[in-house]
């Protein structure tokens, strides 16, 4: 599998952005797929994630109720719509394919795009 996200940028707290990770492979859809961000100087965080079919997602806390994850299998894209950003939702935020295991951890997840950058100012 292979990952391609896109749709960063710089936007005002408040704003709204949509991420999208376009995938290769014909087991995307058998894939749970993530989201994680990762903030200068701190550790890689779970967002989001959402099962094969599309029928189940799982969030973070922190961005429960402000962004919702999906996904196309006929397109092979998984979508991230982020909406009431806040400055502490700057990062450079990556889709990921899971492999096996807790949805929430990174090291479940063996194939990752390249990031895209997230910039959100107060």
């Known amino acids: 599998v292979q990952l391609q996200a896109c749709g960063g940028g710089l936007v005002q707290a408040g704003g709204s952005l949509r991420l999208s990770c376009a995938a290769s492979?014909?087991?995307?859809?058998?894939?749970?797929m993530g989201w994680f961000r990762q903030a200068p100087g701190k550790e890689r965080e779970f967002v989001a994630a959402?099962?094969?079919?599309?029928?189940?997602?799982y969030y973070a806390d922190s961005i429960k109720g402000r962004f919702t994850i999906s996904r196309d299998n006929r397109e092979n894209t998984v979508d991230l719509q982020m909406n009431s950003l806040k400055p502490e939702d700057t990062a450079v935020y990556y889709c990921?394919?899971?492999?096996?295991?807790?949805?929430?951890?990174?090291?479940?997840?063996?194939?990752w795009g390249q990031g895209t950058q997230v910039t959100v100012s107060s």
């Open positions: 990921a394919a899971h492999v096996g295991g807790t949805y929430f951890s990174s090291y479940e997840y063996d194939y």
């Open positions: 492979g014909r087991t995307f859809s058998s894939r749970v």
């Open positions: 959402i099962s094969g079919s599309g029928r189940y997602a």
